[in-house]
C-alpha cells in the first residue's frame, strides 16, 4: 500500500500554499503534564497543582506548559504533512516565529493544522520546508500557539 503523505517531488514542490489535516484530537490531562514537569524541572504550581491553581489563577485549574504543547508539534504534525517520496531523513531545523496564544488548561483537548509557507532547495536532495502549524483547542476559537516550524528533508 502508498503512503498517502508520500508525493512525487514535483507535487511536493507544488505544494507551497496547501493546508492539510486536522489531525484527530489529542487530550492533555494531568499526567502528561506531570511527566513533562518531571522531563523538564518545572514544577511552577500552575502546571502540577490544581488545588492551588485553581484558587490562584484566572484560569481555574492547571494549564500545560506551553513547552509541552510546542513539543507535541513531534507528534502531531507528521501525521498530516506531507513528504518528498523517497526521503532519507528529516531534520528539525528550529522555528522562525512561535507564538503562545492561549493555555492549554488540563484535560482539554488539542490537534494540529498546518500550512505549506515554502520550500527552497538548499542543496541538491535537501529541501527546507517551512511550514505554518496552528495547535486548536476543542471549543476554544483561540489557537493555543502558531508557529512558523522549519523542516530540512535529505532524500
Do not use: C
Not at 127 to 137: A, C, N, P, R, S
Request: hydrophobic share 40%.
Amino acid at each position: 500500500m502508498t503512503d498517502p503523505l508520500r508525493l512525487p517531488k514535483e507535487d511536493y514542490l507544488k505544494s507551497v500554499g496547501t493546508e492539510y489535516g486536522p489531525t484527530d484530537w489529542m487530550l492533555i490531562d494531568q499526567a502528561r503534564i506531570n511527566k513533562f514537569a518531571e522531563a523538564t524541572d518545572d514544577f511552577q504550581f500552575i502546571h502540577v497543582d490544581p488545588e492551588r491553581a485553581a484558587k490562584e489563577t484566572p484560569f481555574g485549574a492547571t494549564i500545560a506548559h506551553g513547552f509541552l504543547t510546542l513539543s507535541l508539534l513531534a507528534y502531531l504534525v507528521p501525521q498530516i504533512q506531507p513528504k518528498i517520496d523517497g526521503i532519507k531523513m528529516g531534520i528539525n531545523y528550529g522555528l522562525d516565529k512561535l507564538r503562545f496564544l492561549q493555555p492549554v488548561k488540563v484535560n482539554s483537548e488539542i490537534r494540529a493544522k498546518i500550512k505549506i509557507l515554502s520550500i527552497e532547495e538548499k542543496r541538491p536532495g535537501q529541501y527546507l520546508t517551512k511550514t505554518e502549524v496552528t495547535i486548536e483547542i476543542k471549543g476554544e476559537d483561540k489557537p493555543a500557539l502558531i508557529a512558523e516550524w522549519l523542516g530540512m528533508s535529505m532524500t
